[in-house]
């Protein structure tokens, strides 16, 4: 992007964020369910009103700001494949939605940018703490501050997306369930669970460690994984291969070393 570009995104961010954040805020305990994804066994996974309004606020936005860009949004438009455009954008309205449904504030709105087959900048709107973490590469920042990514959290806290795990396939889940048995049996690290892509972004900024998520789809994780990428952390796939747009798992770290410790679990 150029100076001008990474400056219109910039202000995109601080002006779609606090919207996005209202919007979710007015459906909070009141929203509906639209429809379920699934099969009608598959509960957790649905829309509601808010995923819905959320979205339409971030797509208004986007047409409005970035009309030649394409859109890969997960509940209602998308006008491009991903991969398929030179410059496109990548919106979860929601992650959490059960959580969101359930009344708990562990729900993020992500959205990234990719340009010419890579990610340039991603935002993730935190409503549990009414604020947005973005990155255009330089820095990460939390509203209109800027984070000390090389500080140093205590212990080793993982997220670990049970949620996800749970839409994969028997092997996946048995794969994950041997990693998540050596972490718990054979290490003193902390797993913890926030059932969306929150502690994803939590990792980028230092609150957490480490994440790792067994079957996502690309609007679960791009964002998240960029501020992570931005934060100097390392991204793969469960087969120690870097992330990209068509991958399903993820291991990601702050630290190389750490990174490593997690594969040679996975793996071992």
């Known amino acids: 992007m150029t100076d001008l570009e990474k400056k219109d995104v910039i202000k995109f961010f ?14 909070f305990k009141k929203a509906e369910v639209v429809k379920y994804k699934g099969t009608d066994n598959d509960t ?28 890969v949004a997960e509940e209602s438009y998308s006008d491009v494949k991903v991969g398929e455009h030179g410059r496109f954008w990548i919106i979860d309205p929601i992650c959490g ?29 935190d ?10 590469g330089d820095g990460i920042f939390i509203n209109d501050k800027k984070v000390d990514v090389g500080r140093k959290s205590s212990g080793r806290t993982i997220e ?5 795990a749970m839409t994969g396939s028997r092997e996946i889940r048995e794969q994950f369930a041997r990693f998540v048995t ?10 913890v669970t926030y059932n969306s892509s929150l502690g994803f972004s939590y990792a980028a900024i230092g609150r957490l460690d480490a994440y790792i998520s067994a079957d996502n789809k690309v609007w679960d994780v791009a ?21 990209t747009f068509e991958s399903r798992s993820v291991v990601a770290a702050r630290e190389k070393n750490f990174h490593k410790e997690l594969m040679g679990y996975l793996n071992g």
């Open 223 to 243: 964002a998240p994984n960029f501020l992570m990428m931005a934060a100097g952390g390392v991204v793969t796939t469960f087969d120690g291969e870097l992330w």
């Open 182 to 191: 050596k972490l718990v049996v054979d290490t003193n690290y902390a797993p």
């Open 44 to 71: 957790l996974n649905f829309v509601t009103e808010a995923d819905i309004a959320c979205e339409n606020a971030i797509l208004s936005e986007i047409k409005k700001r970035f009309p030649g860009d394409g859109i």
């Open 160 to 164: 670990v997306d049970l949620g996800a």
């Open 14 to 27: 601080h002006n779609i964020s606090p919207k996005v954040l209202a919007s979710a805020a007015e459906k």
């Open 127 to 136: 409503h549990s703490q009414a604020e947005y973490i973005w990155s255009i």
């Open 97 to 125: 939605t059960s959580n969101f449904a359930k009344e708990l504030k562990l729900f993020v709105s992500n959205i990234a940018l990719a340009e010419d087959g890579k990610l340039v900048a991603a935002c993730a709107v």
